[in-house]
Nanobody, 121 residues
């Protein structure tokens, strides 16, 4: 009974910016590593950025310097600020979280439904 809900996707021109958000709800004790993944047309799903409960971040080479991941544990949210967007950033972006759930108890991996990001002129 844990849900992840993404928001903030949309259509922007190259060079534009978007901010994605993901909110966790349900019965859980804590959120460990959380991150953003994406899958473009005809491509495999790939990791974009992750952040641990200790604040350690990791970025894909293709987005380094342009994207920033952050988390707000008080609100159980994680965000992805995307700047200087390129057409190749077009994809469905998914929120993923490693969560220590309480009902039923256990550590499990959860995925959101995804939000579309389209970068086009």
């Amino acid at each position: 009974q844990v849900q992840l809900m993404e928001s903030g996707g949309g259509v922007v021109q190259p060079g534009g910016s978007l901010r994605l958000s993901c909110a966790a709800s349900g019965s859980f004790f804590s959120i460990k590593t959380v991150g953003w993944y994406r899958q473009g047309p005809g491509k495999q799903r790939e990791s974009v950025a992750t952040i641990t409960s200790e604040g350690i971040t990791n970025y894909a080479d293709s987005v380094m310097g342009r994207f920033t991941i952050s988390r707000d544990d008080a609100k159980n949210t994680v965000s992805l600020q995307m700047n200087r967007l390129k057409p190749e950033d077009t994809a469905v972006y998914y929120c993923n979280a490693d969560i220590l759930a309480t009902r039923p108890p256990g550590r499990r991996d959860y995925w959101g439904q995804g939000t579309q990001v389209t970068v086009s002129s």
